[in-house]
Nanobody, 124 residues
Framework: QVQLVESGGGSVQAGGSLRVSCAAS????????MGWFRQAPGKEREFVAA????????YYGDSVKGRFTVSRDNAKNTVYLQMNSLKPEDTAVYYC?????????????????WGQGTQVTVFS
């Protein structure tokens, strides 16, 4: 059974940084794409970032490019999202998701397993 557990959310002032983590189990972590989405109150879930199996290729949503960095540690079955220069509009619940092996990172339908989410709040 796939299990994804996010951690590291919290509250931070605008301009600050946070790193969220996602520990995965029940899957062959080292061969699949991983991703991050977010959902703000009253809004649809939004793609944030994705990373391929090796960590050598990443892909970002337009709203976070240049500010967020996705990475992974296959030895620890963990994927990270480093968030810098945070803005109040980044406030959302951030979800970790597991994708497929070999799919393009922009193919969002591959992401079907989800964590419970972690709250990130950015105040001005």
């Amino acid at each position: 059974q796939v299990q994804l557990v996010e951690s590291g959310g919290g509250s931070v002032q605008a301009g600050g940084s946070l790193r969220v983590s996602c520990a995965a189990s029940g899957l062959t972590f080292s061969v699949i794409n991983m991703g991050w989405f977010r959902q703000a109150p009253g809004k649809e879930r939004e793609f944030v970032a994705a990373i391929n199996w090796s960590g050598g290729t990443t892909y970002y949503g337009d709203s976070v490019k240049g500010r967020f960095t996705v990475s992974r540690d296959n030895a620890k079955n963990t994927v990270y999202l480093q968030m810098n220069s945070l803005k109040p509009e980044d406030t959302a619940v951030y979800y970790c998701t597991a994708g497929s092996s070999g799919a393009g990172l922009g193919y969002k339908a591959q992401f079907r397993s989800w964590g419970q989410g972690t709250q990130v709040t950015v105040f001005s």
